[in-house]
Each structure stands twice: as C-alpha cells, then as structure tokens.
C-alpha cells in the first residue's frame, strides 16, 4: 500500500502570490488534515477534511482553504503569501473509525515565501 | 487539550534503553497519551499510545503512572536510527485529527 504522497517537495514564491499544495491520502483513509511547521517548532494543525468537507480548524485565517475530493486526495490553498507563511507543510491522513487514532504523514512541502 | 512538558534534549548510548519522560498533570480522564517522533526531513511518525495501561508495540513500550500525570516512553535498544524529535501529546480518544504539537524532546543516539 502506497503511503500519504505530497507535492511538490519544495516551492519558492514571493510575497501576495497563491499557492496550491496537494496531497494523495494513504489507500482507504477518508479523513485529511494538515499542519503548518515552523523552523524549530513542532507542527500546528490547519484544518481536517472528511467526506469534501471541513470538520475542524486551527487558529489560521481564511485566506487559507482546502479542499478535498473523492479519492479522498486534497488540496490546501493560501491566499497572499505572507513572509511568516515560509514553512514545511504537512498533510496527514486516517482510516477513521476503528484504526483512527493513528495519523499517517507525508514528507511535507518545504514552502519559502521571498 | 491538555499541556505538556518534555526535557529539550536528552543523549543516549547506541544499544542502551532511551527512557523520554514526559509531564502531563492537567490530564482529564478521557485524554489519551500519544507519541510520535520526526526524524530530520520527514513528517512525524506514531509510535504509540494508551490510556491508563502500560503499552508496547515493536517500536517501544509506553509506561503510564498510576495518576496518570506522566508518562515514559521507552526504547529497549535505541540504534542511530532512532535519533530524532519524540513528542508526547495528549488528546481525546477518537477520530478526531487535531493534535497538539509541543516541541518535543531532541533524542540524539551516539556510538
């Protein structure tokens, strides 16, 4: 079974840009989240999405939104690139119900905003 | 979700037993003890988790005490491997993805 795939790996933007981060969940996980590392910090949770919808938030502004599909992939989206945006991006994923105490991460998108 | 306190970094002999200690007083009943660990430039991995009894997989061995206010992970013959950053959360059982990150213990295993 493939595990959680993230792309791309690395990504340079400049500050007000967008930016689309995607993520392929572990075979038969439903629910995705993400979670935003800082440099020397340990992860902070975004958001989670199962079943295309959002079912739990962070302390994150609006401008970033995600999406998720039918596969079950997902997308986080972020809106004006901040400087302090600049960090490793992680997506995770679960199987939910019995077998969803355990999150599964993908290597991350180190993202740096110039 | 309750706080939890971790030692910055601790070192550890290659073939000796890595004992993390993490303080965690403010625990509710129904809050579980979880561990993961990131080794550099990759996301975190599960290690393992519990409720109230001492637990153990083939990554290591989750001793809780009896009050439930700390907890120790243990890793019987820690390799190089093994060296990275452990985080002890702790979170309501469930299916629920949200965790709280602290910083973690540094783990470094030498020779």
């Known amino acids: 079974e493939t595990g959680v795939t993230q792309s791309p790996t690395h990504l340079i933007k400049t500050r007000g840009q967008q930016v689309t981060l995607r993520c392929s969940s572990q075979?038969?996980?439903?629910?995705v989240s993400w979670y935003q590392q800082a440099l020397g910090q340990g992860p902070q949770f975004i958001f989670q999405?199962?079943?295309?919808?959002?079912?739990g938030r962070g302390n994150f502004p609006p401008r970033f939104s995600g999406l998720q599909f039918p596969n079950y992939s997902s997308e986080l989206n972020v809106n004006a690139l901040e400087l302090d945006d600049s960090a490793l991006y992680l997506c995770?994923?679960?199987?939910?119900?019995?077998?969803?105490?355990?999150?599964?991460f993908g290597s991350g998108t180190q993202l740096s905003v110039l | 979700d309750a706080k939890t306190t971790q030692p910055t970094s601790m070192d550890c002999a290659e073939g000796r037993a890595a004992n993390l200690p993490c303080n965690h007083s403010t625990i509710s009943g129904n809050e579980y003890v979880y561990w993961y660990r990131q080794i550099h430039s990759q996301g975190p991995q599960y290690i393992i988790h519990g409720l109230k009894n001492n637990e153990t997989n083939e990554m290591a061995s989750l001793i809780i005490t009896e009050d439930r206010k700390s907890s120790t992970l243990i890793l019987p013959h820690a390799t190089l491997r093994d060296t990275a950053v452990y985080y002890c959360?702790?979170?309501?059982?469930?299916?629920?993805?949200?965790?709280?990150f602290g910083t973690g213990t540094r783990l470094q295993v030498t020779l």
């Open positions: 999405y199962y079943r295309e919808e959002e079912n």
């Open positions: 959360i702790v979170r309501e059982g469930g299916t629920a993805s949200k965790l709280t």
């Open positions: 075979s038969g996980h439903n629910t």
């Open positions: 995770a994923s679960t199987p939910g119900g019995t077998g969803g105490e355990k999150l599964f």
